[in-house]
């Protein structure tokens, strides 16, 4: 009879619509750990080879460091409620939960959009995970082929109403082989909010393993021409990784005094 129950409550469990690990309770005091998943076959192949969507979860907070021409920039990132602070030489972006704000260190305008920029480079960063957000849909599509491999393509859109550009796409495209995601397409929508037919591509590579997580080194962008990359654009460096399973305290992303909010 137990083995009948169990039979049917897992039965009940693979057709769950949402990844989730679940207490089942038999006749005795014995509980089983169940995890079920929503994702693709695919996708699923490709969180595992970077470490896996449960050890991910576990994460609270991300940080890293950019090194740039003009000095480095560091972006730390709760990770549940995606509050950001960005750390650059002259300005320090913020979001704490509900606004964006910016305090400019020096006279030196800003010259990018902060609501636009607060979150971008922590999306780019941690790919393939940030691909495995509720309100997702994926689909299959045409492999892209770049230096006579094929990689496989699994195309990302967003159900309405899902975050600040839900009219974005992405292509993630992944090794056949090792399935680490190795390519991003990517549309931009913040500014028209409307869907765009204009593709960019990013190259994924050396690999680095922090806690368990297999993240890159290096993101490299592409010239773009017909909608595929053809040629070395310009790539940034990734030092400084720091992933914990402490949330950081609210108060580090609270609009200073001299901070404005952006509008």
Sequence with gaps: MKNVLYTLVLGLVLISCKEEKKTIEGYSDEKLDVTTSIY????????????GVDVWNAMQSLEFTMKKPDGDEVTLTNLKSRESLINMPNHTIGYDGKMVWLNSKTEEAYKGNPKFYYNLMFYFYAMPFILADDGII???????????????????????????????EYILYY????????WLGYTVTYFSKEKS???????????????GLVLPETLTWYKVEDNLPVEVRNDLKFADIKLSKTKAKAKRFTKPETGKIAE
């Design 197 to 211: 037919k204009k593709w960019s591509f990013i190259k994924y590579s050396n690999w680095q393993t922090v806690k």
């Design 138 to 168: 994926y689909e299959n599509v045409e492999a892209l082929t770049f230096d006579g491999v094929k990689y496989p393509g699994i195309k990302i859109s967003y159900e309405s109403g899902v975050g600040e550009s839900p009219e974005d």
């Design 40 to 51: 693709p076959a695919n996708i699923a192949k490709v969180f595992d080879a970077h470490g």
């Design 175 to 182: 090794n056949p082989e090792t399935y680490k995601m190795e």
